[in-house]
């Protein structure tokens, strides 16, 4: 017994843990039937190990009779009219004190009779619902309930309705699960010969067999006679003694709640999704693309030649720089948002479907289920991806903004070219004032291999300002190009961030919640 109540609390875990990670992802009628076999387990384990065994059939079929012969005393009163039996009839075997006052109670079962102890059947109670064929909608549904909460349960069959589709339908072939648990009983055999009978039995048996019940035991009795009542009696004090039939009843209970959850979980060796990040590449960069990224590289690109190129170009032409604005500055980085350009309909459908690739390498190997919710999970990323983007990419540093070594040299160099040609320029200006009042003969003029020394300051100044800005060009152009790269990993960087963070990371938990959860079904099912 306690190896036994061990499965059951390592099945109703198990059960547990399949809810718990189901709950808020799945959204399937299945979950709820888990959750009320765990609350009935709950209660049912606070209420002691007595046996709760229920007598179920359709009017006629003689199971009041059946019930006042086994109570030995006629408690139910089988009726004339349809229906007969409208409340449950309770019969206790056992003294006052052994707790079977509050089972009733929990299940429900105001009519009680109490037999006289008897050891064999102690802790025995017998209860007679009414007939699941009822014309009466409420009494249907108490035998609905009732069939749900009993340990044990006799299903009284008679020789004319025992192949009646209904009772095999509804009642009887769902409980294959709960073959250990059921009894069947083909009452009424006083009224067949011997042909008959065992004709009329070994149909049932067929029956009984292709529904899944073929481990379900199988007695003929005749509850006006007594015919066969003491072996149903023998079966039903097995069951008493063994003090295990409320624990068997969960455990197929369990077990039944597992197998209809495990509908959501790949069959057989199949495993659900592959792991890892499949996609994570080709939406990083669909992302990349619809947030803007190669529009803010191309900027930092531009901005860092457009400085560098001033730093090292010449000095009196600088100011024309201030009449067009920095590329940089004008996506407004560096704050909470950009001025980036919206996404076009050919980025927004690129991103859709990386992220639909993702979605669907994961969910390869899922129930439906699973993927409806890995749908879901990518449905709220996405709608969340405009704006952490935005923010990912606006909160971007672009690395330091030094002004190198050799710009600062260049620059400096730029200057005094101009001063050496401001030089000669103010040298020619004197000349000519001292031209304009005949005194440029008394002033000497250097040359230098015969072209004036101011001359040479201006032109030499200017030209080699000049060349200086052109061999600048290329090296200011290939350090736009290192930052921008520079500035494009960051970016990048940021953006497989967001990806992971609203993409990846919630479906791959999608998928670890799944494995999660199918080898939770799985324990407790086996």
């Excluded at 730029?414 to 000669?424: D, E, H, I, K, S």
Aim: aromatic share 4%; with cysteine; hydrophobic share 45%.
């Amino acid at each position: 017994m306690k190896r036994a109540e061990r499965s059951l609390t390592d099945r109703l875990t198990a059960l547990r843990e399949a809810i718990e990670v189901a709950d808020g992802r799945l959204e399937v009628p299945e979950l709820a039937r888990a959750r009320a076999v765990l609350a009935k387990a709950g209660a049912r384990e606070a209420l002691g190990d007595a046996t709760v065994v229920a007598l179920a059939g359709a009017t006629g079929s003689g199971k009041s009779t059946l019930f006042n012969a086994l109570s030995g005393s006629e408690v139910s009163t089988p009726g004339v009219r349809r229906p007969t039996t409208g409340v449950a009839h309770a019969t206790v075997w056992g003294t006052a004190d052994d707790g079977a006052d509050r089972l009733l109670d929990w299940l429900e079962v105001p009519r009680r009779h109490r037999h006289a102890p008897e050891p064999a059947l102690d802790g025995l109670v017998l209860l007679d619902l009414p007939d699941h064929d009822s014309v009466r909608l409420e009494h249907r549904l108490e035998v609905d309930r009732l069939v749900g909460l009993v340990d044990v349960l006799v299903w009284v069959l008679d020789p004319q309705k025992y192949a009646d589709a209904a009772v095999h339908e509804r009642y009887l072939a769902p409980l294959a699960t709960h073959a250990g648990v059921l009894l069947v009983v083909l009452n009424q055999v006083d009224r067949l010969d011997e042909p008959a009978a065992r004709a009329c039995l070994a149909d049932l048996r067929g029956l009984l067999d292709r529904e899944g019940l073929a481990e379900t035991p199988l007695l003929a009795v005749s509850g006006r006679t007594g015919q066969g009542l003491s072996e149903l009696r023998g079966q039903l004090a097995r069951r008493v003694s063994a003090r295990r039939a409320a624990t068997e009843r969960l455990v197929a209970d369990v077990r039944a709640g597992a197998a209809a959850l495990a509908a959501h979980c790949p069959e057989g060796d199949a495993a659900p999704g592959r792991g890892g990040r499949p996609g994570a590449e080709e939406l990083t960069d669909a992302l990349a693309v619809a947030a803007g990224v190669p529009t803010v590289i191309a900027a930092v690109e531009r901005s860092t030649y457009r400085e560098g190129t001033g730093r090292t170009g010449w000095p009196l032409l600088r100011w024309t720089r201030k009449l067009r604005a920095d590329p940089l500055e004008r996506l407004h980085l560096g704050g909470g948002r950009t001025s980036l350009p919206a996404a076009g309909a050919v980025e927004a459908a690129r991103v859709a479907t990386a992220v639909r690739e993702v979605r669907e390498d994961l969910g390869d190997g899922l129930a439906p289920a699973w993927r409806d919710e890995l749908r879901r999970t990518a449905e709220d990323g996405e709608h969340r991806l405009t704006d952490a983007l935005d923010q990912a990419v606006a909160g971007v540093d672009h690395g330091p903004d030094r002004v190198p070594l050799w710009q600062r040299a260049a620059g400096g160099l730029q200057w005094l070219l101009v001063v050496v040609a401001l030089v000669g320029a103010l040298w020619l200006l004197a000349l000519v004032v001292l031209g304009f009042f005949q005194l440029d003969d008394v002033v000497p003029l250097p040359r230098v291999e015969g072209f004036p020394l101011p001359t040479l300051l201006v032109g030499g100044g200017l030209l080699a300002g000049l060349l200086l800005a052109l061999v600048c060009r290329p090296l200011v152009a290939l350090r736009a190009r290192r930052r921008a790269r520079s500035a494009g990993r960051r970016l990048r960087a940021a953006v497989q961030e967001v990806a992971e963070g609203e993409v990846l990371a919630p479906l791959t938990e999608v998928e670890r919640d799944a494995e999660r959860f199918c080898a939770a079904v799985a324990a407790a099912a086996r």
